[in-house]
């Protein structure tokens, strides 16, 4: 039986198999996602199975190759009819046994600005098939998509929840006070062979590796590690304030150090920030009860002969300060530290990958209140570097937490290649939209690898303009070194945020810099995707030990 796509058979379905959907497509809280090459045997009558990929893809498949995923519920005759509706209509789905057995097919065609992966299409298409127990996707893909498209199945399972109870769609029981019910969400990937499809390949040559055929145990552990530290970052993002504090960061930050089997995580709180002469974290975040923090991890591995830095806003809640944000404005300010969550699980991917460089994630972790020591407009703080900035706007703070972050990066840990990534303008959304981040380099080369590099992993960026001389003087102040908020906010003004923190560094500095503002791909509605370690992983894929992370970091 073949019904034509999900929505005929959601539209079949009495009130209680509606309610147990929408229940469990809310809660990920209880869910393992597990990542396998090849295929296993199940019954989909027990275990429900998605088969997902491009349509000319899915259509190299046969019946051999799949039957131990359907039968005996699916027959060969049904199988071939429903490849013959995905493969004639690329981006239809279809079910060949209800509730059961379903077919997706993703976007046939996608532009030079998209990723190769269709990774937010597929995104879209797991998110939109909820099940109630364990299940099994199978992912047919290209070895070069495998990672990306693992990162975008992994995040559509977000961890964080809080409910005691399901959705009132319909009468049911409340469930019993027992431990949350656990399931397992068994992703198995299936390679299809490259260049069949006609996808024409932007960014140069393919390295060999990913077109050999193949997954290795090393790579399927290296996509396993990236999806659970997406996880990890979007579980942070997601946790209220009251849950998740600056105090919770930091023993999530040791937890990690210990899991990686590294030296604890320097902490630099409270007033040592302010005898540091770290005035941008510490005026920030002296109003809160939880006293803010510099926190940062290290992997120095033996000989290591390059250093790299990345750097995480890490605002745990945005009030805006005393220029307070608006009632509407200020839900969903748990989120500002997604860059700080970003940069955590990127280091903890990564650094299961054994990097050859030293690599340090600084998170500046604060909470921007209200309260009697909050920072006032006309305050001036003196940064880490030396540099005074009067405050005429107390809700641009996080590139007062950043030029902090940046300049340890650069003065205490001697970082030739520095990474700040943060939730910082709204302006970001308006200027490169809901998918790509807004980047900017004093390096070409590395702004370029970064764009290359996020079409790989899945995660999309986008230059914006670098023109520090027509956009830095929007800070102009009379009375300090600078203003932390632009004269003229319709002046690029995404572009003057990162010039802000850069101006710290100097616009001479040695250092390769990079700005990443992922304020709007952050979240997909209201989840946190995790945002930033892939990309991470694969701009710097080359400096690890994986072979697939090094052939997908651009060249």
Not at 71 to 78: G, S
Not at 206 to 218: A, E, F, I, K, M
Not at 506 to 530: N, Y
Request: aromatic residues 4%.
């Amino acid at each position: 039986m073949i019904l034509r796509s999900i929505s005929t058979c959601m539209a079949l379905c009495r009130n209680n198999a509606i309610y147990v959907s929408i229940r469990n497509m809310s809660n990920g809280s209880g869910v393992s996602v597990k990542f396998t090459s090849g295929l296993s045997k199940s019954d989909p009558e027990q275990k429900p199975v998605l088969i997902v990929g491009q349509a000319s893809h899915l259509a190299t498949l046969t019946w051999q190759d799949v039957r131990c995923k359907l039968e005996p519920r699916v027959t060969e005759d049904a199988w071939r009819r429903g490849i013959s509706i995905v493969t004639a209509s690329p981006g239809e789905s279809c079910e060949l046994w209800p509730g059961a057995a379903t077919l997706a097919t993703l976007p046939a065609r996608r532009s030079r600005h998209a990723a190769p992966s269709r990774a937010h299409a597929l995104a879209k298409i797991v998110r939109g098939c909820p099940r109630q127990g364990d299940e099994d996707i199978v992912l047919v893909c290209r070895k070069r998509d495998a990672y990306a498209s693992a990162i975008a199945i992994a995040r559509s399972f977000p961890l964080y929840s809080a409910r005691t109870t399901p959705a009132l769609l319909a009468p049911a029981p409340a469930p019993a006070p027992a431990a949350k019910q656990s399931r397992t969400v068994n992703v198995e990937i299936v390679l299809a062979k490259e260049n069949e499809d006609g996808d024409t390949e932007d960014d140069g040559p393919l390295d060999p590796y990913l077109t050999d055929g193949t997954l290795s145990p090393q790579d399927t552990s290296t996509i396993q590690e990236a999806a659970d530290a997406t996880r990890l970052a979007a579980r942070l993002t997601d946790a209220p304030a009251n849950i998740v504090n600056v105090s919770q960061i930091i023993e999530e930050a040791v937890k990690v150090a210990k899991e990686l089997g590294i030296p604890e995580p320097t902490v630099i709180r409270g007033e040592e920030l302010k005898a540091r002469g770290m005035g941008g974290i510490y005026g920030v975040g002296r109003a809160a009860e939880d006293p803010p923090a510099l926190v940062v991890l290290s992997y120095v591995p033996p000989g290591a002969t390059e250093t790299v830095a990345w750097v995480g806003k890490g605002i745990v809640y945005d009030t805006g300060g005393l220029s307070i944000k608006a009632r509407t404005a200020m839900v969903g300010m748990k989120g500002d530290m997604g860059g700080a969550a970003g940069v955590l699980g990127a280091l903890r991917a990564a650094v299961r990958a054994a990097p050859a460089a030293a690599l340090h994630a600084v998170l500046c972790v604060a909470e921007n209140a209200v309260g009697p020591r909050a920072t006032r407009p006309d305050d001036i703080h003196t940064l880490y570097s030396g540099r005074t900035v009067e405050i005429n706007n107390t809700d641009a703070e996080g590139r007062l937490v950043l030029s902090d972050g940046v300049v340890y990066a650069s003065r205490d840990l001697k970082a030739d290649i520095i990474v700040d990534m943060a939730t910082l303008t709204g302006a970001q959304g308006i200027a490169t939209g809901k998918y790509h981040a807004a980047i900017i380099s004093n390096c070409p080369s590395l702004e370029s690898r970064c764009v290359r590099a996020g079409r790989g992993a899945g995660e999309l960026a986008h230059a914006l303009p670098f023109a520090p001389e027509l956009h830095h003087p929007e800070f102009s102040s009379q009375v300090a070194d600078m203003k932390n908020s632009c004269a003229d906010r319709n002046n690029a003004q995404p572009s003057c945020a990162g010039l802000f923190i850069l101006s710290h560094l100097g616009f001479d500095t040695p250092a390769r810099w990079l700005h990443v503002d992922m304020a709007a791909p952050a979240h997909c509605g209201e989840r946190a995707t995790g945002y930033g370690v892939g990309l991470l992983t694969v701009l710097f894929g080359d400096k690890t030990q994986s072979k697939l992370l090094r052939a997908l970091c651009p060249k």
